[in-house]
């Protein structure tokens, strides 16, 4: 499934510049019994698979010190999950391989208050920083997406990245399982290219209601292409608004 899914996204991705992520272990469960993943080393094994095969930068989440030394001498970037984007020493492992580092914003997180963590980075010798923007705790088992955090946290000089699936996500929503409205993800795919995202995460899948976590949010790799493409409409008026203004 991996490398028919990256053979995919290569095809609807042609001309556009793409990083293909997954993750060998998911440590950030509802429930102990959830699904994780193969294992490091069989996870790593694939993503350099898709790595070679495709010519495709690839990029897994590390969660502890120890992966972050292993994950880092294969993957081209390596991503924090937003529940541990305060974690210093895991922040600091992952600046210190030299890879780029994503460190997604917390759902607890003020945008302005990530700026801490891009000077951990920093003050690491490392600066290769993404930062991403994947909703904020509004009540419980929910989350909001406020558009200005992408401009508050660009400030910082930093590419942003906006995350469509996990934005939909209802944490912990189904009980032993988080839920979601994967319906979402394509509007507020579009509202972050407006508003200047460099980059757009998205999980992907080509059985939904039958992947192994997210399947509430995942978006049907049969419709990519038509995401990926009403992004670029978005972004080519993003892009010359004075143009679009005078046609409309």
Known sequence: MVMETAAAIAEVMQGRPWVFKSC????????????????????LQWL????????????????????????????????????????TDLVLAAAQTGAAVNVKKGQFMAPWDMGNVVEKI????????????????????????????IPEMQKFGVPVCFDATH?????????????????????????????????????????????????DVQWPLQKLRELVEGCDIVKACHSFPAKFCEVH
């Open 24 to 43: 060998y272990d998911k440590a950030n469960r509802s429930s102990g019994k959830s699904f994780r993943g193969p294992g490091m080393d069989q996870g």
């Open 167 to 215: 934005s939909c996500q209802s944490p912990c929503g189904l009980g032993s399982c988080s839920g979601g409205n994967r319906e979402y993800s394509k509007p507020l795919a579009l509202a972050a290219v407006a508003m200047g995202a460099d980059i757009i995460f998205l999980e992907t899948h080509p059985n939904p209601p039958q992947a192994k976590c997210d399947a």
């Open 122 to 149: 920093r003050n690491a010798g490392n600066s290769r920083i993404i930062l991403t923007e994947r909703g904020t705790s509004f009540g419980y088992n929910n989350l909001v997406v406020d558009f200005r955090s």
């Open 48 to 87: 350099a698979d898709v790595q070679s095969r495709f010519q495709v930068p690839v990029t897994t989440d590390v969660h502890t010190v120890e992966e972050a030394a292993v994950a880092g001498r294969v993957v081209d970037c390596l991503q924090i999950p937003a529940f541990l984007c305060r974690q």
